[in-house]
Nanobody, 128 residues
Framework: QVQLVESGGGLVQPGGSLRLSCAAS????????????MGWFRQAPGKEREFVAS????????YQADSVKGRFTIYRDNAKNMVYLQMTSLNPEDTAVYYC?????????????????WGQGTQVTVSS
């Protein structure tokens, strides 16, 4: 059994910052978390889920969507089975439910189909 739990969402004003956290737990993650690539995705009302950022198992390689490049940073702490999404310069278009996702294997990926494990999501609302 594996579990991903996101936290850190909330209401923030335009131009503000938030840090999302994703805690991975369960027997598989407790042993092999460092072998998983992790991703953040988001889904706004009425829209499809879209890629935000991905990070490979070692944390050396990351990949961000063009819409967040330079504003969002993904990083991980394998010792704590955690992955984070630091978000800065937020704007109303960033409003969405943000999901953490995991997949065993190398590299990074922007495809939802490549991630079998998902969290329940955390709401981020950017509004004045």
């Amino acid at each position: 059994q594996v579990q991903l739990v996101e936290s850190g969402g909330g209401l923030v004003q335009p131009g503000g910052s938030l840090r999302l956290s994703c805690a991975a737990s369960g027997r598989t993650f407790s042993i092999y978390f460092a072998s998983y690539r992790m991703g953040w995705f988001r889904q706004a009302p009425g829209k499809e889920r879209e890629f935000v950022a991905s990070i490979m198992w070692s944390g050396v390689t990351t990949y961000q969507a063009d819409s967040v490049k330079g504003r969002f940073t993904i990083y991980r702490d394998n010792a704590k089975n955690m992955v984070y999404l630091q978000m800065t310069s937020l704007n109303p278009e960033d409003t969405a439910v943000y999901y953490c996702a995991a997949a065993q294997g190398p590299g990074v990926s922007r495809s939802t189909a490549d991630y079998p494990y998902w969290g329940q999501g955390t709401q981020v609302t950017v509004s004045s």
